[in-house]
């Protein structure tokens, strides 16, 4: 590069730059994180302006405004999270016992707890008040390293609600330093005013979707295929409809029964297919073929006290599939904003990989929410989102678990966590 005063230089950085050929990564390629050794990446105007090592910096005479030294630790992209509930109102606690007695997931709902119970405590919310809620939350993941997040609706399950779903992660998104990606879910369960006919649910969800492509509201839209809640026609009817009007696919697919999700996020082309727990080994191949990323959610099987989980080995080993990890952040069967915890969880429930996992929470996931041009890998005119570990490698990452090892996060090559706390004036948001 010619010589040019940069804007910012991290120094003497373990960096895993993941950098490589566009499109997610699958099956052994997952290991490899390209990870840089005492190496330096530079920032101009938010984007990447180098990376390289010590060495090769030094000789080309890259300079900067402000150098950080990062003292051996390890420097990733910022985490991306690619399935979140962020938006709803609030929290269910009181259905603790009932999972803690073995009441399962299903007969939660039907009773009228699960979901039901945040649609109505969402129904009852102003958009301030959804907008203070889920600030709280965005800012708790930005400090555990997340810098991008899909935020889905589905707590609203009404044309009013839905929407005002909406316009809360657009206007987080504007607020905060994160990129959100909203997610049309409407049909995220059926209301108890369409019990009897949830065709007729289908059609009313069908006709926000030219509002919410015209108001630029959502990027994707996603549905609950599942047993008791959507079937697969349903489903397929409402994605078909999705992608008429210029909506990216995404399906909850085969979570707690082998519905056939899995099969008909393939047949779509869908750009994600989540959770993935009883999916079929049919349904993992279809989905390798199609090139759809496999999203796992291991926080929620393990909150839920289910036995199985996940194939991820299979994914990775047998059909190649591109996989990524998320949160799914919700008030009930997964309460937490820490990606960092779910990548512990996949060493040890889904025996994923160190790598694997940095891999699925940064470049994959990036791909899983339309990102990956963007963010998602260290690379030359990418997005400077980064994350300064306490770590030096990616193993200690998931082997001391329960813990923030966030030192540093940049977004756009601003600093906004440091020594793992909120930067002003993100800090006194925080606590509004």
Known sequence: ?????????????????????????????????????????????????????????????????????????????????????????GSREHELAKK?????????????????????STRAASEDELLAQAKRSALRMLLCGTTTVEAKSGYGLDRDTELRQLRVAKRLGSELPMDVVSTF???????????????????????????????????????????????????RRFLQAANHHGLGLKIHADEIEPLGGAELAAELHAVSADHLLQASKDGLRALADAGTVTVLLPGTSWNLRTSEHADARFLIDEVAAPVALATDYNPGSCPTESLQLIMALAANQLRMTPEEILTAATRNAAYAVGRGDVVGSIEVGKQADFCLFEATNPAYLVYHFGINHIHSVWKRGQLVVQRGQLVEPLAAEAYR
């Open 1 to 89: 590069m010619a010589e040019v005063e940069l804007d910012l230089l991290i120094t003497h950085a373990n960096i895993a730059t993941m950098q490589g050929p566009a499109g997610p990564r699958r099956g052994h390629e997952m290991q490899d994180i390209g990870l840089l050794e005492d190496a330096v990446v530079g920032v101009q105007a938010g984007h990447i302006a180098y990376v390289g090592s010590a060495r090769e910096a030094a000789a080309a005479g890259v300079t900067a405004r402000e150098t950080v030294d990062a003292g051996g630790r390890l420097l990733t992209p910022g985490l991306v999270d690619p399935h979140t509930h962020l938006v709803h109102a």
């Open 100 to 120: 803690l007695a073995g009441v399962p997931y299903l007969q939660i709902l039907a009773e009228g707890g699960g979901i039901l119970s945040t649609v109505r």
């Open 185 to 235: 879910l409407g049909p995220h369960a059926i209301p108890p005013e369409y019990k009897a006919d949830p065709d007729a649910f289908i059609d009313l969800m069908i006709t926000l979707l030219p509002e919410v492509k015209s108001e630029q509201l959502a990027e994707f839209a996603d549905i609950f295929c599942e047993t008791g809640v959507f079937t697969v026609e349903q489903s």
